[in-house]
């Protein structure tokens, strides 16, 4: 099955501050998703994004289909921001795998 | 829409008990989904099923039992749960495997 690789790991900011996180797999996909799980556990769909740019408030991502990597900004962070963030991807007929998450820490 | 439900929010077992998560959705949707997920190991897939009467095993199914009777409903069963198996369960939905998956609020289950 694919591998999917999130970077960083960690990321503390203060509250204002922009971010990039980063998602590589190691083949390609037909379906990539972004997931942020809130410090209650919940996951909450961010993106479905196999390609292209898609823009939500002030979020955005970009895949880069041919290269294998999806990109997650986030802008003008703000404390609701915390938890952790995943992204996931899955070909046809397979199962959607997981990255290990970016944990992040937004401060005022 | 409900989207996808998942009942109990929280369970305490004892060594060996069984039990079934439920899990149900109201979309529709012929691809479900259990997973569970643990510190450090992000969420790992146990079972799923790509219609009704057609499920298949995931990376983590030892301890666990599925079934797919109806569109909207997939539980999943522990037959004798044992320590290991705490951890948060989270059901999945989606038109097909390579759509769009939505998760349920998530199950946490403590074995002692």
């Known amino acids: 099955g694919i591998q999917v690789e999130q970077s960083p790991p960690d990321l503390i900011l203060q509250e204002g501050a922009n971010s990039t996180l980063r998602c590589n797999f190691s083949?390609?996909?037909?379906?990539l998703q972004w997931f942020h799980q809130n410090p209650w556990g919940q996951l909450i769909n961010l993106f479905y994004?196999?390609?292209g740019t898609k823009q939500n408030g002030r979020l955005s991502a970009t895949t880069v289909a041919t290269e294998r990597y999806s990109l997650l900004y986030i802008s003008s962070s703000q404390t609701t921001d915390s938890g952790v963030y995943f992204c996931?991807?899955?070909?046809?007929?397979?199962?959607?795998?997981f990255g290990k998450g970016t944990t992040l820490s937004v401060s005022s | 829409n409900a989207g996808v439900t998942q009942t109990p929010k929280f369970q305490v077992l004892k060594t060996g008990q069984s039990m079934t998560l439920q899990c149900a959705q109201d979309?529709?949707?012929?691809?479900m989904s259990w997973y569970r997920q643990d510190p450090g190991m992000g969420l790992r897939l146990i079972h799923y099923?790509?219609?009704?009467?057609?499920?298949d095993q995931g990376e983590v199914p030892n301890g666990y039992n599925v079934s797919r009777s109806t569109t909207e409903d997939f539980p999943l069963r522990l037959l004798s749960a044992a320590p290991s198996q705490t951890s948060v369960y989270f059901c999945?939905?989606?038109?097909?495997?390579?759509?769009?998956?939505?998760f349920g609020p998530g199950t946490r289950l403590t074995v002692t």
């Open positions: 996931a991807g899955n070909q046809a007929g397979t199962a959607l795998i």
């Open positions: 994004i196999p390609s």
């Open positions: 099923s790509v219609g009704a009467g057609i499920t």
């Open positions: 999945a939905s989606s038109y097909q495997g390579s759509y769009e998956q939505y």
């Open positions: 083949d390609s996909v037909n379906n």
């Open positions: 979309m529709n949707h012929e691809y």
